[in-house]
């Protein structure tokens, strides 16, 4: 069985960062590209970032290219966002969802996480 767990979220102010981390079992983790998804109250869950199997291809969100970075870890099984210069709108659940393609194209795969909240505000 797939299990995906988030970690690391929190309240912080606008303009602060915040890391959030998802550890997978139960699967060949290198043959998983990792993504992230958020979902904000009354919107649509949507495409955050990917990074594929060995972490050579990144996928972005326009509005979080230049404030987000996803990175993976392949030896622990790892998934990290690491978000600077934190917004309002950028307050939602992120999950953690891994697929089985070589590249992201923002497209959810099977496997979700149970979320963990964000919440950016003064």
């Known amino acids: 069985q797939v299990q995906l767990v988030e970690s690391g979220g929190g309240l912080v102010r606008p303009g602060e960062s915040l890391r959030v981390s998802c550890i997978v079992s139960?699967?060949?983790?290198?043959?998983?590209?990792m993504q992230w998804f958020r979902q904000a109250p009354g919107k649509e869950r949507e495409f955050v970032a990917g990074?594929?199997?060995?972490?050579?291809?990144?996928r972005y969100l326009d509005s979080a290219k230049d404030r987000f970075t996803i990175s993976r870890d392949n030896y622990k099984n790892t998934v990290d966002l690491q978000m600077t210069s934190l917004r309002p709108d950028d307050t939602a659940v992120y999950y953690c969802?891994?697929?089985?393609?070589?590249?992201?194209?923002?497209?959810?795969?099977?496997?979700w996480g149970q979320g963990t909240q964000v919440t950016v505000s003064s």
């Open positions: 969802n891994g697929i089985e393609t070589p590249t992201s194209e923002g497209i959810p795969g099977p496997y």
């Open positions: 139960g699967r060949t983790f290198t043959e998983l590209t």
């Open positions: 990074i594929s199997w060995f972490g050579s291809v990144t």
